[in-house]
C-alpha cells in the first residue's frame, strides 16, 4: 500500500505555522535581561518540533536554519547565555525566514536563499560559531578519526505511539555504512504487563566507516525528545557537550501533535483546514444520532399507512424539523473561530512599527474568544491591518508630543470583539490625536471630492475617509500618506455585508466600528411579494416597514418621489420598475413600503406583500450565472422554486443611476430635500 505523504506534510506544515506563533507571542512578552525559563522552553520545543519535522519530510533547508536558531535557545536555557534585545529582534526575524521557508515548501516554491543565509550568519555570529571562520571548529561534522559512531538509542515507552517507525531508521543507519546491534531487554516487563503498543527495548549500536554526524542527526531527528540517544565517536567514548545537550533536551516533555489549526490570517494563502473543539464535534454527532432515530420513526410509519397515523406523521415531521435546524447550527458552529486568530498577528506588528518610527504603544486585546465565521476571518485580515496602521500613523502621537499634551508618554491601541444581535462587532481604539474634520473637509476640497459649498455632517466628513485617493498625511511614507488602503478597507467590508463606522474626539480619540455578519453561508431575511416573485432581504438591512401614507409623498421635478418619516425626507424605489416585473399594485396606497438602509443611504421600497422571515443558505449567482447589480445572491425555498437575495446597497446604487422610469437624485444633508 503507497502512503501519500503529502497530506502528512500539510499537516506538519500547517503545525509549524502555529509553533511559530507561539515562539512570536512569547518572544514579544520577554524583557532583555530576565530569562523566562517557561517562556524559553515553549520556544525552544516549538523550534525543534519544526527542526525534526523539516528532517523527516526532506525540508532540509528548514532543519538546518531552526538547527541553529535551537542551538542558541538551547544555550539560553541552559544559562550559557543571558537573553538580550539583540536576541530578541534576531529571534523575531528568524521566526519570520522560518515562516516564509514554510510558505515556499507549501507553495512549491524555491526560498529566499540570499536572506535565509544571511540571517543564519548573524545566528552563527551570535553563538561565536561563523561558518566562514577557518579557526573554528564544528564538533557535529564528522569523527576525526573517520572511524565510525556508538549510538546508544533508549526510547521512551510512547515514543511508538506517534508514528515512529525504529525499523525504518536501522534501515537508513545500515545505507550509511556497516552496523551492529544490540538490544537490551533490561525494561522488559513480563507478559502479563506487556502493553503492545509501548516500546520497553533500548539498543547499543555500533556503526563503522566514514559518516558525518549530521547524516546521524538527521534520521533521529523525528524522535528528539522521545528517548535518550548518546552519540560518540568510535576513538572516543566520553559524551560530546552536544550529546549532553541531547540529553536535556530529552528530559523536556514532548511537543503534543494536535489538529491542523489556522494558519495567521491575512498572512499568506487560506488555509485548507480548521481547528474544531471536541465539544463541538461531539454535538454534531449526537445530532446525527437523533436525526436517524427521526428518520427510523418515519420510515416505520411509511409501512402499511393510513389516516389514523396521520398525527404521529405530524410529529415526526415537527421532529425532523427540529433536528434539521440544530444539525444546521451545530454544523455552522463548526465553522466559527475564535477571532484571536486574526488578533494574533498585531503584537509583532505595533512592535516593529514602534521599533522603526520611534513611537511608544501598548497593545490591549478583548474578546479574543469572540466566535465567527472562518470565511468572514479570511476575509477581515487585510482591513483590521489597514485599521491598526492608520491607528499607529495618524493617531497616536510621538512620546514628546503626548507628553506636552499631558498625555502618557505610551499611547494605546485597543482592539474589542464582542456580538451584537447577529453581528459581530470589531472595534479599533486609540487614544491618539483624533480627526480634525476641518482638515479632513479641505483636504476633500483640494482633492476635488467636494466642492467648498457643500454643506456635511460630521458622518459625512468622516466617510470621506474612505473615498479613493485621500489621505490627510503631511509626508508619504512606507505606511501611509498615499491614499491607499482606506478605500479598500470599506469596499471589501462592504463586501462582506458588513458596515464601518467612525466615531472621534479632537485631542482625544479615534475609533473605528466595524459590524459584520457572523456568517456568509446563512442569513435571515424577510421574504417580500412583487407580482408573481418572491425576493428575499437581508434583515439587518430592514429598518422598519410601513403601509403608504400619501400625504407624506412628495415629489423633487417630477423626477424622484420622498417619503417624509419622522422629519425625515426617504427615496422611494418602486421595486417593480428596478428589475421590470409586472404587478397589479402600481399606486403607492395598495402596496407597502419596506424601509432599508445600504451603505449609509436609506430608501424605501414599495412592494406588494410581505411573506414571512426565514433563514436561508445563500447561493453564489456570480459563480453559477452572472453578476447582477442589486442582488447579491439566491436561494432555494420550501416549494423548490429561486428567489433572489438582494443587495440593498447595489440596489440603492441602481436607483439613483437613473436607469429606471423614476432615477433618483443623491440626497445630501442627510437625506433632506433642499
Same mark, same amino acid.
Given at each position: ?5 503529502e497530506?502528512?506534510?500539510t ?13 512570536e ?19 525552544f ?6 527542526k525534526g519535522?523539516?528532517?523527516t ?5 528548514i ?7 535551537e ?6 536555557r541552559?544559562?550559557e547565555?543571558?537573553i ?25 516554491e ?13 545566528l552563527?555570529?551570535?553563538l ?17 578519526n573517520?572511524?565510525?559512531?556508538d549510538?546508544? &538509542? ?13 525499523v525504518?531508521?536501522f ?7 556497516? &552496523?551492529d546491534?544490540?538490544a537490551?531487554l533490561a525494561?522488559?516487563?513480563t507478559?502479563?504487563?506487556l ?21 546521524i542527526?538527521?534520521?533521529f ?14 576513538a ?12 536535556s ?21 487560506e488555509s485548507?483546514?480548521?481547528? *474544531? ?12 444520532g ?22 404521529k ?5 415537527g ?12 454544523v455552522?458552529?463548526?465553522r466559527?473561530i ?18 522603526? &518610527? ?20 479570511e ?11 492608520n491607528?499607529l500613523?495618524?493617531?497616536i502621537?510621538m512620546?514628546?508630543?503626548? *507628553? ?13 470583539? &464582542?456580538?451584537?444581535?447577529g453581528n ?9 490625536a ?9 483636504k476633500a476640497?483640494?482633492?476635488?471630492l ?43 467590508i462592504?463586501a ?30 424577510q ?7 418572491t425576493y ?14 400619501k ?54 421600497l ?7 422571515q ?20 439566491a ?9 433572489l ?30
Amino acid at each position: 500500500m503507497t502512503i501519500d505523504m503529502e497530506q502528512f506534510k500539510t499537516t506538519y506544515i500547517e503545525e509549524s505555522h502555529e509553533g511559530l506563533e507561539v515562539m512570536e507571542s512569547k518572544l514579544l512578552e520577554m524583557d532583555a535581561g530576565e530569562t523566562d525559563e517557561d517562556a524559553i522552553n515553549s520556544i525552544f520545543r516549538a523550534a525543534h518540533s519544526i527542526k525534526g519535522g523539516g528532517a523527516t519530510f526532506g525540508f532540509s533547508d528548514i532543519s538546518n536554519f531552526t538547527h541553529v536558531v535551537e542551538t542558541l535557545l538551547d544555550e539560553i536555557r541552559n544559562g550559557e547565555r543571558v537573553i538580550n534585545q539583540e536576541a530578541i529582534d534576531l529571534f523575531l526575524t528568524s521566526v519570520d525566514v522560518i515562516r516564509e521557508m514554510l510558505t515556499a515548501a507549501q507553495k512549491g516554491e524555491a526560498i529566499d536563499e540570499a536572506r535565509a543565509s544571511d540571517v543564519k550568519q548573524q545566528l552563527e555570529k551570535m553563538l561565536g560559531t561563523q561558518a566562514d571562520d577557518p579557526a573554528t571548529l564544528v564538533e557535529t561534522q564528522a569523527n576525526p578519526n573517520n572511524v565510525g559512531w556508538d549510538i546508544h &538509542f533508549i526510547p521512551f515507552p510512547e515514543m511508538l505511539t506517534r508514528g515512529n517507525d525504529v525499523v525504518r531508521m536501522f534501515r537508513e543507519l545500515g545505507e550509511l555504512g556497516a &552496523f551492529d546491534v544490540q538490544a537490551d531487554l533490561a525494561k522488559l516487563p513480563t507478559l502479563k504487563d506487556l502493553n503492545p503498543e509501548e516500546c520497553h527495548i533500548g539498543w547499543k549500536i555500533t556503526l563503522t566507516g566514514s559518516v558525518l554526524r549530521d547524516q546521524i542527526d538527521e534520521i533521529f531527528a523525528w524522535v528528539e525528545g522521545d528517548c535518550e540517544l548518546i552519540i560518540t565517536p568510535l576513538a572516543d567514548t566520553k559524551p560530546t557537550k552536544q550529546d549532553a545537550k541531547r540529553q536535556s533536551q530529552a528530559k523536556q516533555p514532548p511537543v503534543k501533535v494536535t489538529a491542523a489549526a489556522e494558519r495567521r490570517v491575512g498572512a499568506g494563502a487560506e488555509s485548507s483546514s480548521i481547528r *474544531v473543539d471536541i465539544e463541538k464535534i461531539d454535538a454534531l454527532i449526537n445530532m446525527v444520532g437523533e436525526l436517524v432515530i427521526t428518520q427510523s420513526m418515519l420510515s416505520q410509519l411509511g409501512e402499511d399507512f393510513d389516516m389514523g397515523r396521520c398525527e404521529k406523521l405530524l410529529k415526526g415531521l415537527g421532529q425532523l424539523e427540529r433536528n434539521t435546524r440544530e444539525l444546521q447550527e451545530s454544523v455552522m458552529r463548526i465553522r466559527m473561530i475564535p477571532i484571536s486568530f486574526a488578533f494574533n498577528r498585531f503584537p509583532r506588528m505595533i512592535h516593529d512599527m514602534c521599533g522603526k &518610527f520611534g513611537k511608544k504603544v501598548v497593545l490591549k486585546l478583548s474578546g479574543e474568544s469572540t466566535e465567527l465565521d472562518k470565511t468572514v476571518m479570511e476575509k477581515i485580515g487585510d482591513p483590521l491591518v489597514h485599521l491598526v496602521r492608520n491607528s499607529l500613523d495618524h493617531g497616536i502621537e510621538m512620546p514628546e508630543q503626548r *507628553v506636552a499634551a499631558g498625555k502618557p508618554e505610551s499611547g494605546t491601541v485597543h482592539l474589542n470583539a &464582542f456580538h451584537q444581535g447577529g453581528n459581530i462587532v470589531i472595534e479599533i481604539t486609540d487614544d491618539g490625536a483624533g480627526l480634525d474634520k476641518d482638515k479632513i473637509f479641505a483636504k476633500a476640497v483640494e482633492k476635488g471630492l467636494v466642492e467648498a459649498s457643500t454643506v456635511l455632517s460630521d458622518d459625512k466628513i468622516y466617510d470621506l475617509l474612505f473615498q479613493p485617493g485621500f489621505s490627510t498625511a503631511e509626508q508619504v511614507t512606507d505606511i501611509s500618506g498615499r491614499g491607499v488602503g482606506m478605500d479598500v478597507v470599506k469596499r471589501n467590508i462592504l463586501a462582506l455585508g458588513g458596515s464601518v463606522e467612525v466615531a472621534t474626539e479632537l485631542g482625544c480619540c479615534t475609533t473605528f466600528t466595524i459590524r459584520l455578519p457572523l456568517t456568509l453561508a446563512i442569513l435571515d431575511g424577510q421574504l417580500i411579494c412583487v407580482g408573481d416573485e418572491t425576493y428575499i432581504i437581508p434583515l439587518i438591512s430592514i429598518i422598519e416597514s410601513l403601509q403608504v401614507d400619501k400625504k407624506s409623498v412628495s415629489a423633487i421635478a417630477g423626477k424622484a418621489e420622498l417619503y417624509k418619516l419622522r422629519e425625515e425626507y426617504i427615496p422611494i424605489i418602486r421595486f417593480h420598475h428596478v428589475f421590470g416585473v409586472h404587478t397589479e399594485k402600481i399606486s403607492l396606497e395598495n402596496g407597502l413600503l419596506v424601509v432599508v438602509e445600504g451603505n449609509g443611504y436609506k430608501a424605501a421600497l414599495l412592494v406588494d406583500d410581505l411573506l414571512g422571515q426565514q433563514q436561508v443558505v445563500i447561493k453564489s449567482l456570480e459563480t453559477n450565472f452572472r453578476k447582477i447589480d442589486g442582488v447579491s445572491g439566491a436561494t432555494i425555498l420550501g416549494d423548490g422554486t429561486v428567489a433572489l437575495i438582494l443587495d440593498v446597497a447595489g440596489l440603492i446604487r441602481v436607483a439613483q443611476s437613473g436607469k429606471h422610469q423614476h432615477p433618483l437624485n443623491t440626497i445630501e444633508n442627510d437625506g433632506v430635500a433642499a
